[in-house]
């Protein structure tokens, strides 16, 4: 749970510890979600930067993520 499945990234994730993860008080946006691949959704954690890259201009973040997912298949 520790890489973001969008940037592979540290996500900073805290579940698995004694204190509350930052993203329990964290909006994530349910298109930000649907975009998840899988068995991803509910087993990985996004960074904060692609919430805020994502909350900032959704198409553009899905634009790259189709890049990146393109670039590496």
Partial sequence: MNVCPFCYDG???AVASDQA???FNESIPTGLLDLLEGDDLNKKC???N???EYK???AK???KLRHNRNVSD
Avoid: D, L, T, Y
């Fill in 46 to 48: 996004v960074c904060q």
């Fill in 56 to 58: 900032k201009s959704p």
């Fill in 61 to 63: 973040f899905e634009v």
């Fill in 50 to 52: 692609c919430i805020a």
């Fill in 21 to 23: 993860c930052w993203c």
């Fill in 11 to 13: 996500n900073a994730c």
